[in-house]
């Protein structure tokens, strides 16, 4: 049998399963419960087969192919059964683990790789520190995040509006996030006078009159633009019924300038024409922003304008406000709570100075995983008085970061016993006994965290291909929900098993792969993390 080169995959697997019973349809689902993986690893269930064979039964040739599956990123099987619940595979599970753990095969092959490049852009920046709520918050952490999982992804990515007031720059910059600042040297007056240009070419456009009887419009009104007719007129869909007449401003004309120019800037620097426009807004900012994309499509009937998208947060309601919170207050209030847990937690300890960057990490990872974790589509609610968003409840980002610093811990405290000479140092990988690894746990960690980690930024990182309408949804809260399971099953795990244990050379086989398997456990840690442009703690 021939398992095949390359570092295995789900998806692999999946695709050489459904192969091997010669059947279309996907009939088989990856495991990820404790209780059903002492059993087996994937299941092609009943009533799948039932639809497939005929009475359910699996001829034995298939059953053969099943169990000498093999190919590129394909896992070994080691044996194939029926059940009341199905057909159930269980895989080599040591090989696995080697193969996971093992020696790298190089670089990954770049053929999953998405192509091409991305504008993001994040109205909510556009005006000042000041008037940042938490709503406008949470798509400014979207598109960071996004931002990071595409280039993990070799996307090209620019984040618009460029900042050009230093306290938006500051209250960014508290949070971790990494938006570029303007530069002062701008071509945009040019590119505005563009614009301005075409709406004087354009049979949208009518000039501002007044009527005798009508109110007054506000002195920075250029002239208006007739939206309804021009989405009737291109057969265009998904855009709001009530989009009519638009009072074009110097302001409007500023925020297509800067978008124009990122398109422009990327095209001549030959990063190719493929190139997709994403408006990251909250539900309150999306009529505005079909204004601007309408007027855009208007101004420029080029292709990136066709390929406008928009990603849209749902509303975040803050519970009790005394009055309208601001960002950078949100941020100071859950910095306090964070600060009041940690002395609570550890004492005087955490009033030293080597805390405060501690604590001003945790109160980001709090904030991020408080706005990341729930689908972009949904509602937040923020509950300012919650401190349990700053302790170590399972699902806070502190949760996350205190199991990552134990890992940390971990590491450390074994280099210092070799130091010591109470342990060997760890042996070359390929000396490893992978066998030794049989603890339901180690399985757990390796099969649903380890082996579908790429797949789960891929996942993480996906926007959709252009269609007729203009809404797209992204998976935006994976990263975050992966990490707060793994950091539950990890620590559930790590609570029940000594993995440095007695200094007996007979134990040290099981140790050294126990340590194998969690210095990978914290490569994905600090991998997934970076997405979250949060660093990773080697205390907590």
Avoid at 90 to 96: C, G, H, I, V
Avoid at 479 to 500: A, E, G, P, T, W
Wanted: aromatic share 6%; with cysteine; charged share 20%.
């Amino acid at each position: 049998m021939d398992t095949g080169e390359g570092r295995p995959g789900v998806a692999a697997t999946l695709r050489a399963l459904n192969g091997a019973l010669g059947r279309p349809a996907a009939l088989w689902v990856k495991e990820n419960g404790a209780r059903n993986l002492r059993h087996r690893d994937f299941l092609a269930p009943r009533a799948a087969l039932n639809a497939a064979f005929p009475g359910g039964q699996v001829p034995a040739d298939v059953m053969a192919g099943v169990t000498s599956l093999g190919g590129p990123g394909v896992l070994a099987v080691r044996g194939c059964q029926e059940t009341p619940a199905g057909l159930a595979v269980q895989l080599r599970r040591p090989e696995a683990f080697r193969r996971l753990l093992g020696p790298l095969p190089g670089p990954a092959p770049a053929a999953g790789l998405q192509a091409g490049w991305v504008v993001l852009h994040c109205p909510a920046l556009c005006g000042p520190a000041a008037a940042l709520r938490p709503r406008h918050l949470r798509t400014v952490l979207l598109a960071d995040h996004l931002a990071q999982l595409l280039r993990a992804q070799g996307v090209s990515v620019r984040l618009v509006p460029a900042l050009a007031e230093e306290g938006s720059q500051e209250v960014l910059r508290q949070l971790r996030i990494d938006w570029p600042s303007s530069s002062g040297g701008s071509a945009l007056p040019d590119t505005v006078s563009a614009l301005k240009q075409a709406l004087g070419q354009s049979p949208c456009v009518t000039a501002c009159e007044q009527g005798p009887g009508t109110a007054a419009l506000p002195e920075d009104v250029i002239c208006k633009v007739h939206l309804k007719s021009f989405v009737e007129q291109q057969g265009l869909v998904g855009y709001d019924p009530n989009l009519d007449v638009l009072l074009v401003t110097e302001g409007k004309l500023r925020s297509l300038a800067e978008l124009q120019q990122a398109v422009l800037q990327r095209a001549a620097g030959g990063q190719g024409s493929c190139c997709s426009i994403v408006h990251v807004v909250s539900c309150e900012e999306e009529f505005r922003q079909q204004q601007l994309d309408l007027l855009w499509r208007i101004l420029d009937p080029g292709a990136h304008t066709a390929l406008q998208k928009h990603l849209v947060c749902g509303p975040v309601t803050v519970t009790n406000p005394s009055s309208p919170i601001g960002a950078d207050q949100y941020f100071q209030l859950r910095k306090r709570q964070m600060y009041e847990a940690s002395v609570m937690k550890y004492g005087e300890l955490a009033q030293d100075e080597a805390w405060t960057e501690v604590i001003d990490t945790l109160t980001v990872a709090a904030i991020r995983f408080e706005m990341l974790s729930t689908a972009h589509r949904s509602q937040i609610t923020l509950d300012l008085e919650d401190s349990s968003i700053s302790t170590k409840g399972t699902k806070s980002g502190a949760f996350v970061m205190y199991n990552c610093a134990r890992l940390a811990t971990l590491f450390d405290t074994y280099q210092r016993a070799v130091e010591r000479g109470t342990y060997p140092a760890l042996p070359p990988v390929s000396e490893l006994n992978f066998s030794c690894l049989r603890e339901e746990g180690e399985w757990l960690l390796l099969f649903n965290y380890l082996l579908p980690f790429p797949e789960v930024l891929q996942q993480a990182a996906q926007l959709p291909a252009p269609t007729k309408g203009i809404r797209i949804t992204a998976n935006t809260e994976t990263v975050c929900k992966f990490l707060i399971q793994l950091s539950m099953d990890f620590s559930s795990y790590y609570n029940r098993v000594h993995v440095l244990g007695e200094p007996f050379p007979h134990l040290f086989d099981q140790m050294f792969a126990r340590l194998q398997l969690l210095g990978a456990v914290r490569d994905v840690f600090h991998s997934a993390l970076a997405t979250l442009h949060l660093p990773p703690l080697s205390q907590i």
